[in-house]
């Protein structure tokens, strides 16, 4: 019975893992989060965004497919007067 136990939360821990966190940044620079890995069907990438809905985008209008760990934040637009 104490071998079920723990069992339980160690492929919990292992289920976990499996789904990673993506970020699709587009050729306009807009970066859109994915759940799971975009795959590609006929010229398009297929993929989950951050609220779970299927979306489909053209090969032609990404950059770059990188997981989110490996993704660094924008730092926005650059302001006359903000150097100091």
Request: some cysteine.
């Amino acid at each position: 019975m104490r071998k079920h136990i723990l069992l339980i939360p160690v492929c919990l821990v292992a289920l976990c893992g499996l789904r990673r966190h993506y970020v699709i940044t587009m050729t306009n620079g807009t970066q859109i989060g994915t759940i799971g890995k975009p795959h590609l069907k006929g010229g398009y990438y297929h993929f989950k965004d951050a609220r779970g809905r299927e979306s489909v985008i053209s090969v032609g209008r990404i950059n770059e497919i990188a997981p989110a760990s490996m993704v660094k934040p924008d730092k926005g637009p650059i302001m006359p007067g903000s150097e100091k």
